[in-house]
């Protein structure tokens, strides 16, 4: 097994794969904005993608909203495409870390995790996309794991918030916490990320069946909620939450139980979806879903036109600066659990916690800071990282970091309410 490296004298400490994609273009604007805090107060930066005129033409706009002349001049450029394999090997020879933008991952992102770990290069990507994460995971765990490569998926508000959410209130709880449902909101990127999913809901079923893995011990009392209720927590009712959070949060559990002995909490995620009114939409919309996403020419009208199938609950554009700057996120964290000396055999859970993780618009101003903040955790805190390399989610990988201090200190809140 290869020794992990997080500070190779490599040109780059960070390239931002597809820098000038709607994502990409705020994460070169958080980059940017935080070179002070990469290893020994400096950090050497890159772009990366197809189109070096566009790609210029971001670093130029950063340049200008962010007052930094500079940036026009000091961050370099570097040409690769996803479908060109040598010039992603080129691209990876030169970072310590790949911050790879380019989805939908289902389609591209295989490439640019095998040229990372082929060539050392740890990743990290935005993904929300449950079959992409797994089959990473199944197909590249043991050589990412032999090459001392970190390849972090879900970095973004898929799921940093939920997954570092979950740690968090295990933290902050005293005693054994068993049980925690969550309550989130719901953005473009999840609706595309569902659409995926159930249509190849059966591959999912089939992928999982090649890890082997048996059911999770579940500590205490399963948690039991039907699939439309009303939830006293948040005032409005309830649907399960349709993203990867579920998914990336009990694999953190799984790796925490199997390299920790951490009991592991179970997990259901929900999103409030208002009255009476609401759920009739949502029923009305569900049903168009259903027909349509079993279909190619279904597929592609629920893409086109997010707004009108999901009856305003989603929405293809992106949004304006001002727009995003009205904007924010908040989940809310019920835990339940023992305290200590408390038998869980021996009766229903006997104390509960309430956490609550908020900050800004979802989608390309809380994703950018939960993707670099993870960069700097892997290059500032190498000791504090899973001992070997692998295919990992950001609990397994950060548990044991201080990324949800270093997150608190831009803008992403995590408190006991």
Same mark, same amino acid.
């Given at each position: ?55 210029? +033409? ?150 999982? +069946? ?11 009392? =399963? ?31 799984? *790796? ?24 009739? =939409? ?26 009108? *199938? ?5 929405? =293809? ?101």
């Amino acid at each position: 097994m290869a020794k992990v490296d997080t500070s190779s004298s490599r040109p780059y400490h960070i390239v931002i794969f597809g820098a000038s994609g709607f994502t990409g273009q705020f994460v070169v604007e958080e980059v940017a904005r935080i070179v002070s805090e990469g290893p020994n107060g400096t950090l050497k930066w890159a772009v990366a993608g197809r189109s070096r005129q566009k790609l210029d +033409k971001v670093l130029e706009q950063a340049a200008g909203a962010l007052g930094k002349p500079e940036l026009r001049t000091e961050v370099e450029v570097i040409v690769a495409d996803v479908g060109e394999p040598d010039s992603l090997a080129a691209m990876c020879k030169q970072a310590v870390i790949v911050l790879n933008c380019v989805g939908p991952y289902r389609f591209w992102g295989e490439p640019v995790v095998k040229a990372c770990v082929e060539n050392r290069a740890h990743c990290i990507d935005i993904c929300g996309e449950p079959q992409f994460l797994e089959s990473m995971q199944l197909n590249y765990n043991s050589q990412a794991a032999d090459e001392g490569v970190y390849i972090v998926g879900a970095c973004g508000f898929d799921s940093i918030p939920a997954d570092m959410g979950v740690l968090y209130t295990r933290e902050q709880f005293k005693g054994v916490c068993v049980c925690v449902p969550e309550g989130g909101s719901i953005n473009d990127g999840t609706w595309k990320s569902a659409i995926y999913g159930f249509a190849d809901s059966g591959k999912l079923r089939s992928l999982r +069946k090649k890890f082997g893995h048996k059911p999770l011990p579940v500590v205490g009392s =399963k948690i039991k909620r039907s699939a439309l209720f009303y939830s006293n927590e948040v005032q409005q009712y309830a649907v399960p939450f349709m993203g990867a959070d579920p998914s990336v949060v009990k694999r953190s559990q799984r *790796f925490l139980l199997e390299e920790h002995q951490e009991t592991p909490v179970q997990y259901g995620a929900y999103a409030g979806v208002g009255g009476v009114a609401n759920i009739v =939409k949502m029923l009305l919309a569900g049903m168009m879903f259903w027909f349509l996403v079993k279909f190619d020419f279904g597929r592609n009208l629920l893409i086109k036109f997010p707004e009108f *199938f999901s009856f305003g609950f989603f929405s =293809k554009d992106g949004p304006t600066r001002k727009q995003m700057e009205g904007s924010s996120f908040q989940f809310a964290f019920y835990g339940e659990g023992y305290t200590e000396g408390q038998d869980p055999s021996q009766g229903q859970p006997n104390a509960k916690i309430r956490t609550l993780v908020q900050g800004p618009e979802a989608g390309y101003v809380a994703t950018p800071i939960a993707m670099v903040q993870a960069a700097i955790t892997i290059l500032n805190e190498p000791t504090a990282l899973p001992k070997k390399g692998g295919v990992y989610t950001p609990g397994a990988t950060f548990a044991r970091t201080t990324l949800v201090e270093r997150l608190n200190k831009h803008g992403i809140q995590f408190s006991v309410i």
